[in-house]
């Protein structure tokens, strides 16, 4: 009989008001997508959309079949509430920057 081995891993989620750092022991073999449902993350978040994650690894976005390695930390990403493109370029027209300051003002 073989004996299964086990990685540690985290699984990391934040909203403005809170954030939450799950560290987890998985087999070896899981991919992203089941170390989220192994998790029980969405449990506490009800808002995570499980059918459109985003996901990334130390902030490189990463795809759910993505198999873990030891250390690894699954970053689950909210959707952006606006375009940053758009928002600069709004700022643009008003004058103003996305946190520098302008010499000058």
Request: hydrophobic share 35%; no cysteine.
């Amino acid at each position: 009989m073989s004996e299964t081995h086990y990685i540690n891993i985290e699984v990391a989620y934040a909203r403005p008001d809170k954030q939450l750092l799950l560290p987890l022991s998985v087999p070896a073999g899981t991919t992203i997508e089941q170390a989220i449902e192994l998790s029980g993350i969405v449990q506490r978040f009800p808002e995570i959309d499980t059918g459109n994650l985003v996901v990334g690894i130390f902030s490189k976005r990463a795809k759910l079949d993505h198999v873990l390695a030891v250390g690894e930390r699954i970053e689950i990403y909210r959707p952006l509430k606006a375009d940053p493109r758009e928002i600069r370029r709004q700022l643009a027209e008003q004058g103003k920057t996305m946190g520098k300051s302008r010499k000058g003002s």
